[in-house]
């Protein structure tokens, strides 16, 4: 594959082609699968950039809602982390579904036992692209880089 049909195929995925898409690369992504395999999700380049401009506001050192802190260490403190609001870790690698803060993203907290309201609060919610970013992410292992 290219460079070049890397790129259109990362700008697809994180566009939203997401889960059950083919593209005409012959393969970037496996029909039906969760995790896209020419489309790397970077936590440092497509994750971060999330957090820090919809959830830090938040979420900073005294003053964090729902005792998370996520400045200066938002990988630190989500990943592989218990959440305070359910028996799901905050981010488990992996596993979108078994995630607490993908839940919340998505509005499904209350069936993994959760509670509270969608994130990011009192903002908008983040769009389809973004939310896929989030999943496929962890669905890749919520790696560090």
């Known amino acids: 594959m290219t460079k ?7 700008r697809q995925v994180l566009a939203g082609a997401g889960a059950g898409a083919a593209t005409a690369s012959g393969g970037a992504l496996k029909l039906g699968s ?3 395999h020419a489309a790397d999700v970077s936590f440092g380049t497509d994750i971060l950039p999330l957090i820090n401009r919809q959830c830090v506001i938040c979420h900073m050192p005294g003053g964090e809602q729902g005792d998370l802190g996520l400045y200066p260490d938002a990988f630190g403190a989500l ?15 992996g596993s979108a579904e078994r995630s607490y803060l993908y ?16 994130m990011p609060f009192q903002r908008d919610p983040l769009d389809a692209a973004q939310i896929e970013s989030f999943r496929l992410w962890i669905e890749q292992g ?3 880089k």
């Open 103 to 118: 839940r919340k993203l998505v509005r499904t907290q209350d069936a993994a036992g959760g509670s509270g309201v969608r």
């Open 4 to 10: 070049r049909r890397q790129k259109v195929t990362r």
């Open 79 to 93: 990943v592989g982390v218990p959440s305070g609001q359910s028996p799901l870790l905050l981010i488990e690698p």
């Open 142 to 144: 919520a790696k560090r």
């Open 34 to 36: 969760s995790v896209a």
